[in-house]
């Protein structure tokens, strides 16, 4: 590069707008940090209470009460009326009909307050963070998703927006919270420790309107996947403790005081299972996209590029595990395995690809 080309260079990189965003980086994990206390709190200080409710399903001696309320008999007359009590639970077919939990905050005003509070401070670091993410992009006046600094501050950005966007549907997702901060301060901290990259140009391949579409959708797929993930980790430590206490187990303290709180296992594999058959389709566009891309760029559509093969690789997982969903047999934990395993193959796509393979992809460095 000649020195007039290089000087060029440096001009085109706002200085002033990346230091803003570095600091609205930094910001934003010390409000996250706040939120993570709160939502700890929220657990902790949490009514116990009113949780019980899977071992009053599932504990013998308790589980025929709950299947079959007592019945009181009432004289109306010459006529007996009998009058049974509503128990509201989850059922899924092949599953054990138990209640969900009471959420994190254990049902009570206080430990929803705590909760609130945390969710409030989400919001703001959500829209520090964004803020970041946004003046790194006008730094260079390009996407901010370049290099894997950028695309982890902007994954972390998503991630968080897809978990405030099911709040704003009203769906019950608070119990994700504070699994989702905890997930999101470890990836800032990854981002500006090891992978920080200065704020800079692209090499010209890169300067094309499928870096728009292929590396946006590519990000929310990624969030979308994860949020999916937790859940179905979720999934498997709620499935284990009803089955203990479905064979007449004692599950620990921590065990009754947090996985008590959770959704039921029902309720969680059907939740995973669903946000990842609703991003599936996005994940083969993407695919589709980056093809096309490397059609442009490249002059060839594939390549088995190893970006290329495991993106392939995680769009064969993850339709192994909806196929397996489908066919009787393969639901519940043997399901839940083959989603972990799917986003396993995502995360070695982005980082052990990026990282310990060279390849097309390895231009942008980390």
């Not at 440096?10 to 965003?21: R, V």
């Not at 401070?121 to 006046?141: K, P, W, Y």
Request: glycine letters at 10%; one cysteine or more; aromatic letters at 14%.
């Amino acid at each position: 590069m000649t020195l007039a080309a290089a000087t060029e260079l440096a001009a085109a990189t706002n200085e002033n707008l990346a230091n803003i965003s570095n600091t609205l980086i930094y910001s934003s994990m010390a409000v996250y940090t706040l939120a993570f206390f709160a939502y700890i709190a929220e657990w902790l200080l949490g009514s116990r209470s009113k949780v019980g409710r899977t071992a009053a399903a599932l504990t013998p001696g308790k589980a025929e009460k709950a299947a079959a309320p007592a019945v009181t008999v009432k004289k109306g007359g010459s006529t007996a009326v009998l009058e049974r009590p509503k128990v509201v639970v989850r059922a899924t077919a092949g599953q054990r009909d138990v209640p969900d939990g009471p959420g994190a905050h254990g049902g009570d005003a206080q430990g929803d307050l705590y909760g609130r509070i945390a969710i409030s401070l989400t919001v703001l670091a959500f829209l520090i963070e964004f803020g970041g993410v946004l003046t790194r992009a006008l730094s260079v006046q390009r996407a901010p998703w370049g290099n894997m600094y950028e695309f982890n501050i902007t994954f972390s950005t998503v991630a968080v927006g897809v978990y405030l966007a099911l709040l704003a549907l009203r769906k019950n997702v608070r119990w994700l919270g504070l699994f989702l901060i905890t997930t999101v301060l470890l990836d800032l901290g990854l981002a500006v420790t090891v992978l920080y990259t200065a704020s800079d140009q692209l090499v010209p391949a890169l300067h094309s309107y499928w870096l728009y579409i292929h590396v946006s959708t590519a990000i929310f797929c990624g969030a979308v996947f994860y949020v999916g993930a937790v859940s179905t980790l979720l999934y498997l430590f709620k499935d284990s403790y009803e089955s203990k206490l479905a064979s007449g187990g004692t599950p620990g303290r921590f065990a009754n005081s947090v996985l008590d709180r959770l959704p039921a296992s029902a309720s969680l594999d059907k939740f995973s299972y669903r946000v990842n058959a609703a991003v599936f389709p996005l994940w083969t566009f993407t695919i589709i996209a980056g093809a096309i891309w490397a059609g442009d760029a490249w002059g060839r559509y594939w390549g088995w590029d190893p970006k290329e093969t495991w993106s392939f690789i995680t769009w064969i997982a993850y339709a192994c595990y909806l196929h397996a969903r489908a066919t009787a047999g393969w639901k519940g934990r043997k399901a839940a395995y083959l989603a972990l395993i799917a986003f396993g193959c995502w995360l070695f796509n982005y980082y052990g690809v990026n990282i310990f393979v060279s390849g097309k992809h390895s231009y942008a460095g980390v």
